[in-house]
């Protein structure tokens, strides 16, 4: 498609189990970022790659978040033994290079733990 | 360290009268700034940015923002709004490989 799709939409899950969150950017488009979304705040920062490479994930807030990029187009977000303070909307942006240029965004995967 | 600090956390306005959402950002470097809206249930799309050159910055959907370096703001406006504009509006600044976002401002079109 001609944006930024993530999947799926809406995942509910019971603290304690794994979950993965997909995003597939813009084609051709060289940057991957990830956000989290707390409710009535603005996007903070998660990790960031350029084609396959993490360069930054200074913003995972545990061990237990994951991402991976393998082959520099789909990215997953993966999230282990999960807590309540993980519900939130998880936004993947790309840009064609880098994060100076315009970021375009997915509508997000609202994630609740139950 | 970089940050944004978005004044107002809501802005009720009436429809047709003009609207300023105000921004401001701390920053020891040159920066890049942003201002993104979110509709409901939606990603950020780019209202429009600020790299360089002129200050006044001209968007989508009829916004405009003015960077001022000095008192290091950012401010978004818009001449008349449309109830089409319901939204949160987000600034943010760019800072190395990421873009820190604030708080957001959400937008209140009174009929």
């Known amino acids: 498609g001609a944006g930024v799709s993530q999947s799926p939409r809406y995942k509910v899950a019971k603290r304690g189990q794994d979950v993965a969150l997909r995003c597939d950017p813009i084609?051709?488009?060289?940057?991957l970022f990830w956000y989290q979304q707390a409710l009535g705040q603005g996007p903070e920062f998660l990790t960031y790659?350029?084609?396959?490479?993490?360069?930054?994930k200074s913003g995972l807030p545990s061990d237990r978040f994951f991402a991976e990029r393998p082959e520099g187009s789909v990215s997953t977000l993966k999230i282990q033994r999960t807590q309540q303070e993980d519900s939130a909307v998880y936004l993947c942006?790309?840009?064609?290079?880098?994060?100076?240029?315009?970021?375009?965004f997915g509508d997000g995967t609202r994630l609740s733990i139950l | 360290a970089q940050s944004v600090t978005q004044l107002d956390s809501q802005v009720p306005v009436f429809e047709e009268a003009p609207v300023e959402l105000r921004c401001n950002y701390s920053?020891?470097?040159?920066?890049?700034l942003f201002w993104y809206v979110q509709y409901p249930n939606q990603g950020l799309q780019l209202l429009l940015k600020?790299?360089?050159?002129?200050?006044l910055v001209k968007g989508i959907n009829g916004f405009e923002a003015e960077f001022n370096k000095s008192q290091t703001s950012f401010h978004l406006r818009k001449p008349s709004v449309h109830i089409s504009d319901t939204a949160e509006y987000f600034c943010a600044v760019s800072h190395y490989d990421k873009i820190i976002f604030g708080k957001g401002t959400r937008l209140h079109i009174l009929p």
């Open positions: 920053s020891s470097v040159s920066v890049y």
């Open positions: 942006a790309s840009s064609l290079w880098d994060a100076y240029q315009p970021q375009h």
């Open positions: 084609s051709g488009h060289v940057s």
């Open positions: 790659f350029q084609n396959e490479a993490q360069l930054d």
């Open positions: 600020y790299l360089s050159g002129s200050t």
